[in-house]
């Protein structure tokens, strides 16, 4: 299966194996997936590294979406959602997935890997791959996020 839609997928050494066991669920659905790093395990590094770089990517229209991981997916999430074009949404179950999509057209999901089990955030990753914006009364509150 072939999905035109460009992913980039980025973590920092808390979501190293998770990031690596979404990026192989990602190619296995015929998405087009770019790993910006962490490229090997290393405990001393950054989360905001990483988190800035895919959000740059991803609010520069360089990708379609972006996957987030960290310990928590707290700081990722505050990190990426520091960047103009961004909507980082980390979600704790399938449904927030969805709806994050659906209300807030979230273009990147932010998964915490010490916060839930695997199968967990591949159900997340599903529902938030397959969810799409309601648009209507959502896109006035979309737009008021980046103008207030
Ligand atoms: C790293 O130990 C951890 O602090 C980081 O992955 C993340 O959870 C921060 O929010």
């Not at 310990?71 to 960047?83: C, E, K, L, P, W």
Request: charged content about 25%; hydrophobic content about 40%; some cysteine.
């Amino acid at each position: 299966m072939k999905n035109s839609q460009k992913i980039c997928v980025a973590g920092d050494h808390a979501g190293f194996e998770l990031k690596e066991i979404v990026k192989k669920h990602l190619i296995k659905k015929g998405f087009n997936v770019q790993d910006c790093g962490a490229t090997v395990y290393d405990a001393a590094d950054d989360y905001p590294v990483f988190a800035a770089d895919l959000a740059k990517k991803v609010g520069g229209g360089e990708f379609d979406r972006g996957v987030l991981f960290c310990g928590t997916g707290v700081g990722a999430s505050i990190m990426a959602n520091r960047y103009k074009n961004v909507r980082a949404a980390l979600c704790f179950t399938p449904e927030m997935g969805a709806m994050s999509r659906a209300h807030n057209d979230s273009n990147v999901l932010v998964l915490g890997s010490r916060t839930m089990a695997e199968e967990v955030s591949l159900a997340i990753l599903d529902a938030w791959l397959s969810g799409t914006f309601e648009g209507g009364r959502h896109e006035k509150r979309v737009r008021m996020l980046d103008e207030l």
